[in-house]
Every structure is written in structure tokens, then in C-alpha cells.
């Protein structure tokens, strides 16, 4: 076998790793620092409290304003709120969730791991993270069963109710994990046609 040149993508299965180095979000082991970091700087104090208040301040101001979180930003809203959340580990694909980054064509074509941003299930032209959790018919009743456990859910509305109790946020999770394990076998196969 040859060298591969660079300009050629890889028939291999698609990998992505949403939660390390690839990824630029505040999740996983950056979201479990800035939490430690709120934790930490939040005591009875008042001047801490006023620290940790601007702090916060300045991290919303910053998750507003960054365009490579603007998926992010949509689903979390309230950076605040979602911090102070005392349960809820954010795992490899709730992490893929959250960034946007991982087992979507859209994104694994900026990447440079896949030919085409397309839906390899229906004509969507941008395969996103909102296209496959909130639009796909490949997904809907995955979808529809999750609405069944907690209520009608939208990108603005979904995080809301992960924070509302563990039994939520593990539903969640595991739709995002279900979705997520059956596209990754449908990617790779895709690939290696
Ligand atoms: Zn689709």
C-alpha cells in the first residue's frame, strides 16, 4: 500500500473525539474545571460571592458572544443555571450533543473526515447536531419517546429539563447515546462502501 496523500479522505471508520482535544467547548473536563472553579471561589463570603458573581458574568458574556458556541449557546442559555446544577455527568455523547461536534456529517466535513455535509438518512443538505436530535425522521421516534418522559422538548428548552432532575437528564442522555451508537455504525458503514 501506498502513502495516502492528505487531499484524500481516509476510508476508514469515522472517529471523532468530541470530548478531548478536537473539541474547544467547555465540556467534559473543561466544564468539570469551571465548575470546580465556581465551587471554589463560591463561600459564604460576601466579597467571594461578588467574585463569583462577575465571574460568571464574564463567562455568560463570553458564551454569548463566541460564534463557535453559538449551537451551545442556544442550548444553554443560562450558563449560571446550568452550573450550578449539583448532578449530571456530561459524557462523550452528551458532549457531542452540547458542542455539536462529533457524529455529524456537517461537522465531520470540516473536519475533513467525510465527502459530503449531507443527511445520509434524508435530502438535508447540513447534517447537524440539531438536524439529527430535533429534525431527522430517521430519529422521530426516538424523539417521540423521549417527549413521552419529559414533555415537548426543543434546542431552547431541552437543557431546562435535563436540570430539572437526574431522571430527565439521564433520559436525555441516553437518547443522545442511542441516537448517536446506531449513526456511528451507519457512518462507518457508509465510509467503507
Ligand atoms: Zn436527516
Given at each position: 500500500?501506498g502513502?495516502?496523500?492528505?487531499?484524500?479522505?481516509?476510508?476508514k471508520?469515522?472517529?471523532v473525539?468530541a470530548?478531548?482535544?478536537s473539541?474547544?467547548?467547555?465540556?467534559?473536563?473543561?466544564?468539570?474545571?469551571?465548575?470546580?472553579q465556581?465551587k471554589?471561589?463560591?463561600?459564604?463570603?460576601?466579597?467571594?460571592?461578588?467574585?463569583?458573581?462577575?465571574?460568571?458574568?464574564v463567562?455568560q458574556?463570553?458564551w454569548?458572544?463566541?460564534?463557535r458556541?453559538?449551537?451551545?449557546?442556544?442550548?444553554?442559555?443560562?450558563?449560571?443555571t446550568w452550573?450550578?446544577?449539583?448532578?449530571?455527568e456530561?459524557?462523550?455523547?452528551?458532549?457531542?450533543?452540547?458542542?455539536?461536534?462529533?457524529?455529524?456529517n456537517?461537522?465531520?466535513?470540516?473536519?475533513r473526515?467525510?465527502?459530503?455535509?449531507n443527511c445520509i438518512?434524508?435530502?438535508?443538505?447540513?447534517?447537524?447536531?440539531?438536524?439529527?436530535?430535533?429534525?431527522?425522521?430517521k430519529?422521530?421516534?426516538?424523539?417521540?419517546?423521549?417527549?413521552?418522559?419529559?414533555?415537548?422538548?426543543?434546542?431552547?428548552?431541552?437543557t431546562?429539563k435535563?436540570?430539572?432532575?437526574?431522571?430527565?437528564?439521564?433520559?436525555?442522555?441516553?437518547?443522545?447515546?442511542?441516537?448517536?451508537r446506531?449513526?456511528?455504525?451507519d457512518?462507518?458503514?457508509?465510509?467503507?462502501?
Open positions: 500500500m502513502r495516502r496523500t492528505t487531499s484524500k479522505i481516509p476510508k471508520s469515522v472517529s473525539s470530548a478531548n482535544s473539541s474547544k467547548d467547555m465540556f467534559s473536563a473543561q466544564e468539570r474545571k469551571t465548575c470546580w465556581a471554589r471561589i463560591g463561600n459564604n463570603n460576601t466579597d467571594n460571592q461578588l467574585v463569583r458573581r462577575r465571574t460568571i458574568a463567562w458574556h463570553r454569548d458572544s463566541d460564534n458556541g453559538r449551537w451551545t449557546a442556544r442550548l444553554i442559555p443560562d450558563l449560571k452550573l450550578a446544577r449539583d448532578f449530571g456530561v459524557n462523550y455523547y452528551l458532549t457531542q450533543f452540547l458542542s455539536g461536534h462529533g457524529y455529524f456537517s461537522y465531520l466535513y470540516r473536519m473526515k467525510v465527502e459530503s455535509p438518512y434524508c435530502e438535508a443538505e447540513d447534517d447537524t447536531a440539531e438536524h439529527t436530535f430535533f429534525e431527522c425522521n430519529w422521530l421516534p426516538e424523539r417521540e419517546a423521549l417527549a413521552m418522559q419529559v414533555g415537548t422538548f426543543t434546542p431552547r428548552t431541552v431546562g435535563m436540570i430539572e432532575n437526574i431522571t430527565n437528564w439521564d433520559r436525555v442522555k441516553m437518547f443522545t447515546e442511542k441516537i448517536l446506531l449513526k456511528k455504525v457512518l462507518d458503514r457508509r465510509q467503507l462502501e
